[in-house]
């Protein structure tokens, strides 16, 4: 089969500039004639359709502002390249939750979800959304409507299972995207330039606390071609050796995945939250830059509290940072199964409870169970790695004047692929549905730490990292090709929906509705208020954001309309756990007809 690359296009931060991230793409192709095939956007893509996705954005409220998105989302404009996002975290998370595995946020948009792998001409293309904050790595998804305070912000935080989820690839993959660089990353590029950039980088560096320790992981764990980041506003390259380990580095692997002691007291991590060491953004101050840092969203509650450290089975105190996940998961773990799917009364009713039957998804559950016969022999784990390939890392600025923001490459297709295919989709990835079948039971609902199944080997290789043994994974990928793949390859559906309604086609998209104004709310409520990683954030207090911008009457008064207090339903999410028999555990919490309430809604 004769070689063949692919052009693609990446691009870094977002912050809701499609319209003008497009008109760069299609100028760049008309001056070098050449097609360019996918963007991949690397995060903070802010899909936001309505004032609701504008109240739950995790974001200070003087940056807020409807944006083109949902010109997109109508259908009145269209992207002309195929485009897939991983999230950041200045997103509507209740947008983003609705995706959970993926899905289109609008035609010829791919969301990739909180984690997933799929297929397009050939490539293999993984993605991670979100930021590492060590004190909410360990927990489940306990974030219900109404989102309120810190939760908006939680909800962009990576959680360990999605990083667990991602360790079990056994296949090589050839691009990683993440909106977080991974940590040590800068040890393998030009240091020194950075830091003459970005000097305001030099104490995280020096505390090993720039980027994800998680992403640290998967790439040393998956060694893909390429890895694509953003979030701290600057391009930088770096490649990381075949015979070289970010070990080398003086790394200090990702916490919950050390195996210390759990005697260890939960005050010998870094300072808490409000103090701002130890939360690995790598966020320095620079007065030009909207907040890096993801606590900055309102809090009708006052000041952001530091989350209480989780307790380990026999009641001691687990260093908050630092989960031993080899211990056996405690009785109460947040392990859902699918008859008992959490739901909620009322926003303020914090008491779950299981639907009657008539509410359940009609749908036969065939998810693994850990009731299999123990298998007798010795398990076996195969690498994902290459030998003697590198990884090269690109991270890009956002999307400004006189930013290197987007950048186009060329990467060489080393998988099979069909020639006779001219117009390229993406594809479903069958190694990744038989990865969500073996998780899937384990999803952790709670802010109880998450523990690794009991079937899950911790690996003697460095990183020493918790796998399903190679053999329960095939039973699955049985599963998914005689199900799923019996045909051949299976393209991802373009069955978006609109589900959620709209501004009037006359609202500028510099709107905000009143949530940058004076007027709006009290200054202790988040969006500003001096420096720490709290929850108010750098820079100035609310009053002094877009106040005076825009013009129109609807920046004339505070909004009052309907909050973040629901899910709008997502006919993709339903479609696609019904395709592998999952239970719809997360976005069936509660849901809301979007269509029973005004056009704000």
């Known amino acids: 089969m004769p070689k063949r690359s692919l052009r693609i296009a990446v691009e870094g931060c977002c912050h809701g500039m499609l319209d003008d991230i497009y008109k760069q793409l299609l100028i760049k192709q008309e001056q070098t004639g050449k097609k360019i095939d996918l963007l991949i956007i690397c995060g903070d893509f802010q899909a936001i359709r309505n004032i609701t996705d504008l109240k739950c954005m995790s974001c200070p409220d003087k940056y807020k502002q409807i944006g083109g998105f949902h010109r997109y989302y109508t259908g009145e404009r269209r992207a002309p390249i195929l485009t897939m996002f991983v999230g950041g975290n200045h997103e509507a998370g209740n947008h983003m939750r609705e995706l959970y595995y993926g ?27 979100g930021i590492f904050k060590d004190f909410d790595f360990a927990k489940g998804y306990y974030e219900q409507p109404p989102f309120r305070g810190h939760s908006r912000a939680s909800m962009h935080h990576v959680r360990s299972f999605e990083i667990f989820k991602m360790l079990q690839i056994r296949n090589p993959l050839d691009i990683v995207v993440s909106h977080d660089w991974p940590q040590k990353i800068e040890s393998f590029g030009d240091t020194a330039n950075l830091l003459a950039r970005k000097p305001f980088f030099k104490a995280d560096i020096e505390k090993n606390e720039l980027g994800s320790p998680a992403n640290a992981l998967l790439m040393e764990r998956l060694r893909p071609k390429w890895w694509f980041s953003a979030h701290l506003h600057v391009r930088f390259t770096a490649k990381l050796g075949p015979s070289e380990t970010i070990y080398d580095k003086g790394w200090n692997g990702v916490p919950p995945y050390d195996n210390i002691s759990k005697n260890e007291p939960a005050s010998s991590i870094g300072a808490d939250p409000v103090a701002g060491a130890g939360t690995g953004t790598g966020a320095g101050t620079n007065n030009d830059e909207i907040a890096i840092d993801s606590f900055s969203d309102d809090d009708e509650t006052g000041a952001q509290q530091a989350p209480d450290a989780p307790s380990s089975p026999d009641g001691s105190k687990f260093n908050r940072a630092r ?49 299999d016969p123990v298998d007798s022999e010795e398990p076996t784990f195969a690498d994902p790695r290459v030998p003697g390939r590198s990884t090269e890392f690109l991270a890009l600025d956002k999307c400004l004047p006189r930013r290197q923001f987007m950048e186009v490459i060329d990467v060489e297709v080393c998988g099979d692929y069909d020639p006779n295919v001219k117009h390229l989709q993406l594809e479903y990835d069958p190694e990744w549905l038989a990865i969500l079948r073996l998780c899937q039971q384990h999803i952790p609902t709670g802010e109880s730490p998450f523990f690794p199944p009991e079937k ?33 390859p299976v393209f991802i ?104 309430n005004n056009v704000f809604s």
């Open 103 to 129: 899905g289109w946020v609008a035609p010829n948009i791919f969301y990739m979800g909180g984690s997933s792998v799929v297929r397009f001409g050939g490539l293999r293309i993984g993605g991670i959304s």
């Open 323 to 371: 989960i031993p996940l080899n211990l056996p998961p405690p009785k109460n773990t947040d392990i859902v199964s699918v008859a008992d799917v959490p739901t909620q009364n009322s926003e303020h009713d914090e008491e779950q409870h299981t639907p009657p039957p008539q509410q359940q998804d009609e749908t036969k559950i065939e998810t693994p169970t850990e009731d």
């Open 456 to 488: 899950a080997v911790f690996t003697g290789d460095a990183p020493s990292v918790p796998l399903f043994p190679d053999r329960l994974l095939n039973q699955e990928l049985e599963w998914v090709n005689a199900n799923v793949f019996a045909d051949g």
């Open 493 to 596: 559906p373009p069955n978006f929906v609109q589900m959620a309604p709209v501004p009037p086609r006359e609202t500028p998209d510099s709107a905000h509705f009143g949530l940058a104004t004076k007027d709006y709310g009290s200054s202790t409520r988040g969006g500003g208020g001096g420096g720490g990683r709290g929850r108010g954030g750098r820079g100035a207090s609310r009053g002094q954001g877009r106040q005076n911008r825009g013009g129109n009457w609807l920046d004339s008064k505070p909004w009052e309309g309907q909050l973040p207090y629901f899910l709008y339903p997502s006919p993709q999410t339903d479609d696609f756990c019904r395709m592998l028999g999952l239970q719809n555990i997360l976005t069936r919490r509660q849901q809301y007809d979007p269509f029973s």
